[in-house]
């Protein structure tokens, strides 16, 4: 059974960074796609970043690219998220998810996208 937890959330004001961490037990293989998700109050859950551990490839929404950095530890047992020139628009709770057996992040690009497992989610808040 795949199990995801999540850490690294909380308080920080505009401007400023955060680094969460997602560490994943479970695969049957070390091949696999990760990644996060988001969503803030009264909205829906979007796709943030994905990472293959197969080939390295990432996806970014556009919302973070520039600010965002996903990377895997060499064990590929623990993704993290790197979140750097924060806004208030990026308070969210932010999901861990992967569907386990799919190699690619090719589906983050489908807005309905939904991964098989999810962790139990971490508190993002920006603001001043």
């Known amino acids: 059974q795949v199990h995801l937890v999540e850490s690294g959330g909380g308080l920080v004001q505009p401007g400023g960074s955060l680094r969460l961490s997602c560490k994943a037990s479970?695969?049957?293989?070390?091949?696999?796609?990760i990644g996060w998700f988001r969503q803030a109050p009264g909205k829906e859950r979007e796709g943030v970043s994905c990472i293959s551990t197969y080939g390295g490839r990432t996806f970014y929404a556009d919302f973070v690219k520039g600010r965002f950095t996903i990377s895997a530890d060499n064990a590929k047992t623990t993704v993290y998220l790197q979140m750097n020139s924060l806004e208030p628009e990026d308070t969210a709770v932010y999901y861990c998810a992967t569907d386990a057996v799919l190699r690619t992040c090719n589906p983050y690009y489908r807005r309905s996208y939904r991964p098989e497992y999810w962790g139990q989610g971490t508190q993002v808040t920006v603001s001043s």
């Open positions: 479970g695969f049957t293989s070390d091949e696999y796609a």
